[in-house]
């Protein structure tokens, strides 16, 4: 499933957070159907984020996928664990949603893998199962990405911009022989 989904070509899935609340997360909580339905449901804790690949939804370098709310979002190498603050989600004004920020760890080392995890305030309606409410939709990446989230956009050097930035390099080199050497005492 993950890579594969039937848009149109030139469509690209890249929802801001309000609509993965709202159109998403809300219909999977509700028991609603979502069309189109091509994001998947995966237990968060047998996968690590590189092993995402063919198992999630994907777009660009990013993840999405919905699994159920866990106390301990440990994997077979590691383990998310959250930063900063949760930020409210809001819809025409009303508060609809939370987002919370995690890092992957390998043991104490911070990975540059990020998920961006929302969840619902409340149950939908009084006819949705309470189980159902535990929902959430993922959205992981690996910082630093350029088409991951706060990327610079994905530019990239052309191949006479890279031979210019080393001929440059080259010619500071070349006339400043002390600045070579602190280079390398760094």
């Known amino acids: 499933m993950g890579d594969h989904f039937n848009l149109p070509p ?3 899935f890249y929802p801001t957070d309000e609509e993965l609340v709202v159109h998403f997360l809300h219909c999977k909580a509700a028991l609603l159907p979502c069309h189109p339905d ?3 449901d995966l237990a968060l804790h047998p996968y690590n984020p590189w092993d995402l690949h063919g198992k999630a939804m994907r777009e660009g370098n990013k ?3 919905y699994s159920r709310r866990t106390p301990r979002r440990v994997t077979e190498s590691g383990q998310w664990l959250a930063f900063g603050r949760e930020e409210a ?3 025409n004004g009303q508060k609809i949603g939370l987002k919370k920020h995690l890092a992957f760890y390998i ?3 911070k990975t540059n893998w990020i998920m961006h995890e929302f969840a619902l305030l409340d149950p939908i309606s009084r006819n949705t199962k309470p189980d159902f409410s535990k929902w959430v ?3 992981v990446y690996e910082d630093g990405d350029s088409d991951g989230a706060g990327g610079d956009g994905g530019a990239e050097l052309s191949c006479l911009d ?3 930035l080393s001929i440059d390099d080259d010619l500071d080199e070349i006339s400043s022989p002390n600045l070579m050497y602190k280079r390398k005492t760094k």
């Open 89 to 91: 989600i809001y819809s």
């Open 137 to 139: 939709i993922c959205r």
């Open 107 to 109: 043991g104490s080392i």
């Open 38 to 40: 091509f994001i998947p």
């Open 63 to 65: 993840w999405y996928f």
């Open 10 to 12: 030139g469509f690209r």
């Open 162 to 164: 890279e031979v210019f």
